[in-house]
């Protein structure tokens, strides 16, 4: 406990309106600017400078010297994808970027001797800046007031336990308030803070850290690596096989290289990722980073904290019960001391100053005023003020707090707490101590004087949000730093199961195995401190489950961190919102569904549609192999391939990609993708090349080139689109309307003429096709037999 410290009047004041224009005209300014999103220019060179641009670039060049252009239809298709994935991050960053004001910082400074609000970039060297409960230091700088502030340095230090701070004390950037008040002088500002990058990097629009980016990266690098030796093979091949017309040779090499690249996978990624954050936004939810959504979409266990997330935060006092033949008219008094003792008060708190405000206390000859301060600490759940009174120089200290740890076990007002407890009512304890407030055993032994009961407002939609993850398998538990007993009774409002059996957190097992054990056959948990929130989600976390908390107070920081996702309130404290991978700017715990449903949508969807340009990559390299090997001419031009993978992949999977989708995520990405890839390119492959001998022994002469590739892209199409209609089920009428009109699509092609000599496509006779059809209906056949046993065997 610190005394509150007096400070002189030019000190307090903070600075002028003149010193600060002064200094920010020297550049003494906070100003790193809080990204939310890439650049404008970040996002071009993201999505135009990639390892697949350039490779395909170099491949378009290659055939715009060889011609034809048509044969460079693949450079077109890049440039237009490349276009649609820098319009949608442009949208995603706008969204962010509007949302990120909103969600911003706003430090309380002294300026002219009056308190302002002003953005962190605002903030000038030299800046008075105020303290409280939940604030986050936003720069670096030296305590010049103090009133029991405690200064919780984890994020930077590692060190869980709080750092009571006097005047003349560092403070470090990056840091939170967990008791406590007071200012502090900004020392370093701008880059010169030590926390400036980690704060810049808390809030960037980022695309890093997620199952289905490292997957995908990792299977592009394999293909990357197989396309030089597969390149050089086809090369070699078709100079051989061509003779000395080594354009055609280029051609179809080229024509063998390009399927190989599934360049619109990663597009579509963030094409689906940026259209989520779109989508979030418009609801107010504020995605801090891109994974998140994928994360929350595989969380099975979301841990809520009952005040701010279930209840509102605003209380009412009900009831006054005065105890021991206490004075009511004394009592009343002392708690509005205890009030105005509080600069910051709490939600429990503020209820006790709206029902006792300090102006309308009766002011007879002993009126209590407040000398010293214990500030609230959720670690030890109760607060403390000296009081004196005027006139007669006695001084009483007191204590207001959770009554089953201010009171020992088994006292007689217990069994009275825990029945209003038991009807959702929280009770605070008021009780005189003989102790100094600064004795770490002030709560030893206390006079109880009063209890004061307080009802929590419940939020609407809280019972239809728990209903929901119910339906979804998501686990919702319930912790909370309340009576076990009270908490219980809020979430057996709202239907929650298990809240008839709540569990005190100070009777939980400390081992982790002991304690997931309790916490999953558990739901509802009271007398939780913040330590406590930490270990119970790592404690999950070592059982298998991929656990989301939600809070808004600076006890729940700690647990937000480690959690695999973070939600914080909007209206939470800075630090909850600095640590938070997912803030809920309009305070509604109803929003959660929908981002949970966004990331299913993202991650189930990128999941069906990567098993189309993956089958594409196996079957071009297995075709190349099979061309190589044979010593024939590769049966396809560019052109061919290009329309094949517009028809069957390019644009059934952007529809795919943005479809309702509320499949459960699944861990194994690339285990899961390529189990279905696999088999079905090997198998469209192998058909392709049994039509393509077929068809060479079958046709002769001139244009037999032009009938045994039509013959051979006839069968990989019909094969493609029936590996096309098992991604897209289940089916709905727009899953079949597309499947059909990728179909007559193709058609048109083979039955227009001027297409056919575009796309160098014609059907000779009636033999050749309908083999190539026999074929690919075999081929089908064994496709549609090797998903039923695929997807009956587990990943």
Known sequence: MTDRVATSPARAQGLTSAEVADRTARGEVNDIPVRSSRSAADIVRGNVFTRFNAILGVLFLIIVAVGPIQDGLFGFVIVANTAIGIVQELRAKKTLDSLAVVGEARPTVRRDGRATEVVTSAIVLGDLIELGPGDKVVVDGEVAEADGLEIDESLLTGEADPVLKKPGDEVMSGSFVVAGGGAFTATKVGRGAYAAQLAEEASRFTLVHSELRGGVSQILKYVTWMMIPVAVGLIASQLYVEGNDWREAVRRMVGGIVPMVPEGLVLLMSVAFAIGVVRLGRKQCLVQELPAIEGLARVDTVCLDKTGTLTEGGMDVTELRVLDGADETHVRGVLAALGAADPRPNASLQAVIDAYPADAADDGAASPRYVDVLPFSSARKYSGAALSYDGDGRGEHWLLGAPDVLLPAGHPELAEVDERGARGLRVLLLARTERALDDPEVAASVEPAALVVLEQRLREDAGETLRYFAQQDVAAKVISGDNAVSV??????????????????????????????????????????????????????????????????????????????????????????????????????????????????????ITRVSTLFLTKTVYSVLLALLVVIWRVPYPFLPRHLTLLSTLTIGVPSFFLALAPNTERAQPHFVRRVMRFAVPMGIIAGAATFVTYIVARHHYGGAGAREAETSAATLTLFLISMWVLAIVARPYTWWRIALVLAMGAAFLVVLVTPSLQAFFALRLVGTEGPWTAVGIAVIGSLVVEGAWQVIKRRPV
Do not use: C, Y
Request: net charge negative.
């Open 488 to 605: 219980g009774a809020v979430a057996a409002k709202l239907s929650l199961p298990g809240s008839e059996r709540p569990v005190d957190a100070r009777e939980l097992p400390r081992e982790p195995e002991r304690m997931g054990q309790v916490l999953e056959d558990g739901s509802v948990f009271g007398r939780v401190t913040p330590q406590q929130k930490r270990d119970m989600v790592g404690a999950l976390q070592s059982r298998g489950h991929n656990v989301a908390m939600t809070g808004d107070g600076v006890n729940d920081v700690l647990a937000l961190k480690d959690a695999d996702i973070g939600v914080s309130m909007g209206s939470g404290s800075e630090a909850t919102r600095a640590v938070a991978q997912i803030v809920l700017l309009d305070n509604s715990f109803a929003t959660l569904p929908s981002v949970v449903a966004e990331g299913r949508r993202v991650i189930g969807n």
